[in-house]
């Protein structure tokens, strides 16, 4: 018998990430050689710290508060005071399994326009689907490293005056590997504050901000802007599933509205894992220490990494935080098209048939199919031990960290040349 379905999900496709690296795996268990650059798992292990805080926590059973455990959600408000001067205390933070949970609860609850800088990460627009938001891509330009800017949201909102809107600003960016600066940053708040735009700040990357400048919009923009982040990316525990919001005291009721529909869906996020989060978000020398080598290791594999392209006339944004290249092969586009190569997913397809590379295509992240450009997640590496030897050698190069990364750029390079 043919059972009916929600129309909203007829059409979805799963993930691409996941899709990519269920893929790679079952290539590399086929016994092929395979760079798993399309991932954008952090390679980096858990710090040995907040690890021994979980097996301390591991007889945790009860539920805890729908909204998360007090003491954490005072470590995560005092984490963004500290570290990115948010006026916030524990009754503004809301714990959830993983940071995508709660975007999607977002969507789902908040009425108005969905406005997404294009190219944005690969979960969001599926999420607009199924939340059945209206939702609007916003094009961006190379010359800004391809993020939004302030005009372009501007000449958007002025065709519709008073509509709700709710923006997604996730920088530094995936998948482009750029951020936004003060001026932007600035620019962008005068518009959101002129339309009254809601700002959902996707800043999972803000603490693997190459050079350590991460700011946050919500220092500039407090009444309108909620903070999404969470352990996957700068603790290494992406398979933890804990994320957080952080929320101004002017939107105390959509926190208040998502924690009900919390109570209705994922009830509360793992106890042992938010007693671990504790330590985490507590930070100390030996978390610090780690935040350092490791955004030390990305730049140096991040610079390595664009020269190669750079040489081979791959143009990209330049890359200031997260683990994310955005390779442009238009330069090539009549040769590629030669070889009936006319997508983005034509060309990760050839690129994985032929040199054994996995890219995910940027089609995936809201760009036209005929944009011949890939995102490159540059983190297969032994991220242990590329701690260890940067500890030991700070001049330690990118070809040594990460041998597996620079040879798979490497392999892109003599292919789209030959």
Not at 294 to 318: C, F, G, R, V
Not at 364 to 381: C, T
Not at 410 to 418: P, V
């Amino acid at each position: 018998m043919n059972q009916p379905i929600n129309i909203n999900i007829t059409n979805l496709k799963p993930s691409a990430t996941l899709v990519i690296n269920e893929r790679s795996n079952d290539l590399v268990k086929a016994g092929k050689k395979v760079y798993k650059l399309g991932f954008g798992q952090s390679p980096f292990p858990v710090p040995k710290v907040v690890v021994q805080a979980l097996k301390d926590n591991a007889h945790q059973k009860d539920y805890l508060p729908v909204r998360g455990l007090f003491s954490l959600r005072a470590a995560v408000a005092n984490y963004h005071q500290q570290k990115f001067e948010i006026n916030c205390s524990a009754e503004d933070v809301l714990i959830g399994p993983g940071s995508k949970e709660l975007l999607f609860l977002t969507q789902m609850i908040y009425q108005g326009e969905l406005l997404l800088p294009q190219p944005s990460w690969v979960s969001y627009e599926p999420q607009a689907h199924l939340a059945n938001k209206v939702h609007q891509w916003l094009t961006t330009k190379v010359e800004n490293g391809y993020l939004l800017d302030g005009e372009t949201l501007d000449n958007y909102c002025q065709q519709a005056l008073n509509t709700p809107r709710i923006l997604i600003l996730n920088y530094p960016s995936n998948p482009t590997g750029s951020s936004l600066n003060k001026t932007q940053l600035e620019n962008i708040v005068q518009v959101a504050r002129k339309h009254n735009i809601l700002i959902l700040s996707d800043e999972i990357y803000g603490d693997v901000h190459h050079t350590g400048k991460h700011e946050s919009i919500a220092k500039y923009y407090p009444e309108g802007t909620i903070v999404s982040s969470g352990l996957s990316k700068w603790c290494g525990a992406g398979g933890w599933r804990l994320g957080t919001f952080v929320f101004p005291k002017e939107l105390r009721w959509l926190l208040d509205k998502m924690a009900v529909v919390a109570s209705e869906t994922f009830t509360t996020t793992s106890a042992p894992i938010q007693y671990a989060a504790v330590k985490a978000y507590e930070g100390g020398s030996e978390i610090e220490d780690y935040l350092t080598h490791s955004k030390l290791i990305l730049k140096k594999i991040a610079q390595a990494a664009s020269a190669i392209l750079l040489q081979k006339n791959i143009s990209h944004p330049n890359p200031e935080g997260g683990f994310y290249l955005m390779p442009n092969f238009n330069y090539y586009k009549a040769r590629l098209n030669s070889k009936n190569i006319f997508t983005s997913h034509q060309l990760c397809e050839r690129l994985l048939e032929k040199t054994g590379v996995a890219l995910l295509p940027l089609s995936a992240f809201g760009m036209p199919e005929e944009f011949l450009g890939a995102r490159l997640s540059y983190v297969d590496f032994d991220g242990q031990k590329a701690l260890q030897m940067i500890k030991e050698n700070p001049n330690a190069r990118a070809e040594s960290l990460a041998p597996q990364v620079i040879e798979g750029i490497q392999l892109i390079g003599e292919w789209i040349t030959k």
